[in-house]
Each structure stands twice: as structure tokens, then as C-alpha cells.
């Protein structure tokens, strides 16, 4: 991070991914939450800011909802991905 500038996302995308492992009762390996976070930010548009404040005031109800789709999809989408990958990869070794 330079600075004081942060993507927004970010924080979203790691919070959704802790809560799915919790759910699926997967330990919370920072090597794996941080590939799948990867995968997942790369499939979202950046949105870079100073101050988190400076977004959350202007955002409405409708681009919340926006913002909460785009990064649940995201994150399914990672988690498929890196699930198949896996699977590939343990095939591999057999």
C-alpha cells in the first residue's frame, strides 16, 4: 500500500472469504485466504481511496448492494477456482 491509498475492496473480499471458510469449517490459512483474495480482487474493479469515510458517504443503497453482489460473486467465483485447481493438482500427485 502506498500511503494512505487503499482499495476498498479489500477488506470486503477477505471478510466474505473468513466468513465462507468458517461456514464450510476450513481453517483460515492466510496462504490460501490470500490466493483466493487474489483471484478474487482481480475479478473486481478497483476503487481506490484516502479514507474509507469518503466512500461510505456517498455511496446509496442500490450501489451497496451492488458492491455486496459483485464481491460475493467474486469470491464464489475464487473459491470455485482455486478449489478446481486444487483438485487438479492433488490428481497430479496420485
Not at 494512505?4 to 492466510?30: F, K
Not at 483474495?37 to 451497496?64: G, M
Request: hydrophobic share 35%; proline share 2%.
Amino acid at each position: 500500500m502506498i500511503g494512505n491509498i487503499q482499495n476498498y475492496y479489500e477488506h470486503l473480499v477477505y471478510d466474505r472469504i473468513r466468513h465462507e471458510l468458517l461456514e464450510l469449517g476450513d481453517a483460515l490459512d492466510t496462504t490460501h485466504m490470500d490466493d483466493l483474495a487474489c483471484v478474487a480482487l482481480n475479478r473486481l474493479p478497483p476503487r481506490y481511496l484516502r479514507f474509507s469515510v469518503d466512500l461510505t458517504t456517498r455511496l446509496t443503497d442500490e450501489d451497496w448492494e451492488l458492491i455486496n453482489t459483485q464481491v460475493n460473486e467474486a469470491v464464489d467465483y475464487a473459491m470455485r477456482t482455486t478449489g478446481r485447481r486444487h483438485e487438479i493438482r492433488l490428481g497430479e500427485d496420485e
